[in-house]
Antibody
């Protein structure tokens, strides 16, 4: 059974850092394309970042230079390191498995990040 | 970046009604379009990919059509469990992925 379980969310002050984790079971992270998608409270979905199975990474303009996507193959886990956090980064963050570089076919349950003083 | 625009923003219909949601892309995306269903407090769930291919496990009352810049998601007979927000998403290779703003489907 495929499962993606996010963790690491919480309350952080503006300018602070947080690292999100996405523990995966049922498939191998390093053999797949993996994404992070976020959803601000009461708002729509926003794609954040993707990690290709070959190791290439891409980011939305809104987070480029502040966020870093990575994986630990030994732990079969995806990460999102978030630095220089802003109030507008407040959202539920979902990790997802992608079909190639296209759509996301499996999603985690999400973890809430709140950036506030 | 490619702008995706959905209409309507909210839709209210009766059980058994045929429901149609429209998604327009800011430029030609061929059939590089997916539809997701998101129920309250839950993660999005893939319904349709490649504009018209039904994801395994999705009910057959859901269908997608369109190409280029105009796409539709149709629910042939609305059921109470279909109450959700529906999002389209483009995945054109030359542009970052982007979502529509969502369409909320309610039961009248």
């Amino acid at each position: 059974e495929v499962q993606l379980v996010e963790s690491g969310g919480g309350l952080v002050q503006p300018g602070g850092s947080l690292r999100l984790s996405c523990a995966v079971s049922g498939f191998t992270v390093s053999s797949n394309f993996m994404s992070w998608v976020r959803q601000a409270p009461g708002k729509g979905l926003e794609w954040v970042s993707v990690l290709y199975r070959g190791g290439s990474t891409y980011y939305a303009d809104s987070v480029r230079g502040r966020f870093t996507i990575s994986r630990d193959n030994s732990k079969n886990t995806l990460y999102l390191q978030m630095n220089s956090l802003r109030v507008e980064d407040t959202a539920v963050y979902y990790c997802a498995r992608d079909h190639q570089t296209d759509y996301s076919d499996y999603w985690g349950q999400g973890t809430l990040v709140t950036v506030s003083s | 970046d490619i702008q995706m625009t959905q209409s309507p923003s909210t839709l209210s219909a009766s059980v058994g009604d045929r429901v149609t949601i429209t998604c327009r892309a800011g430029q030609n995306i061929n059939t590089w379009l997916a539809w997701y269903q998101q129920k309250p407090g839950k993660a999005p769930k893939l319904l349709i990919y490649q504009a018209s291919s039904l994801e395994g496990g999705a009910p057959s009352r859901f269908s997608g059509s369109g190409s280029g810049t105009e796409f539709t998601l149709t629910i042939s007979s609305l059921q109470p469990e279909d109450v959700a927000i529906y999002y389209c998403q483009q995945y054109n290779a030359n542009s970052p992925r982007s979502f529509g703003q969502g369409t909320k489907v309610e039961i009248k």
